[in-house]
Structures are given as structure tokens and as C-alpha cells.
């Protein structure tokens, strides 16, 4: 069993910052690529930024400039740092990772259950 759980979500003014945790727990060999996807209402799900396990990086235009992906690979964690934040920013921020479970495994999807982020102008 493989469980992502989000956290760090909340309300905050814009201009405003807010840090997600996304932390990997359960039966896993090794993590690929983890990343942040959001959905904002009536629209389609987008990712928002990626980092494979070696460090490297890639940001929505959105975003660049603004938001910094990283992880801790020994706690199984990624972080998304969001500052100057903007209405537009406002969504239920998803994490995603793709992982093995054993040695032989090839990489599978694996998604939290969404936190949600509120931005009021």
C-alpha cells in the first residue's frame, strides 16, 4: 500500500506565501519523477511544477519565478514553495509521483488526495 498525503494548504492574502509537503509513505523501492498538479473549478487539471530524483526541475510559465519545487529524498517528501501568490493561483493542489514498489517494478502513478489553496484579493 502507497499512500501521498498533502499538506499546507490553507487561505492566504495575495502576495501572500504558502509551503505544501507532499510525503510518500508504504511499500516503495524508489521514487521517479514527483510533482504538483492543481484544479482550480471548471477547469482542467495542471501541472504546476516536477522534480525527478536527481534534482532537476520544470515549472508552468505560470509559475516560474514564483513557486520552488524540492524534495527530500531520504523522507520521501516534496515540498512546493509558493510565494507572491495570486487569485488566479486559487485550486486544490495535487501531488503526484511516479514510483516502484520492488526492484523489478516498472514506474507506476500515485496521487494525494488534493489540498486546497485559497487566495483572496
Known amino acids: 500500500q502507497v499512500q501521498l498525503v498533502e499538506s499546507g494548504g490553507g487561505l492566504v492574502q495575495a502576495g501572500g506565501s504558502l509551503r505544501l509537503s507532499c510525503a510518500a509513505s508504504?511499500?516503495?523501492?524508489?521514487?521517479?519523477?514527483m510533482r504538483w498538479y492543481r484544479q482550480a473549478p471548471g477547469k482542467q487539471r495542471e501541472l504546476v511544477a516536477a522534480?525527478?530524483?536527481?534534482?532537476?526541475?520544470n515549472y508552468a510559465d505560470s509559475v516560474k519565478g514564483r513557486f520552488t519545487i524540492s524534495r527530500d529524498n531520504a523522507k520521501k517528501t516534496v515540498y512546493l514553495q509558493m510565494n507572491s501568490l495570486k487569485p488566479e493561483d486559487a485550486a486544490n493542489y495535487y501531488c503526484?509521483?511516479?514510483?516502484?514498489?520492488?526492484?523489478?517494478?516498472?514506474?507506476?502513478?500515485?496521487w494525494g488526495q488534493g489540498t486546497q489553496v485559497t487566495v483572496s484579493s
Open positions: 522534480i525527478t530524483s536527481g534534482g532537476s526541475t
Open positions: 503526484n509521483a511516479a514510483l516502484r514498489r520492488w526492484p523489478a517494478d516498472y514506474d507506476r502513478d500515485y
Open positions: 508504504g511499500s516503495i523501492f524508489s521514487i521517479n519523477v
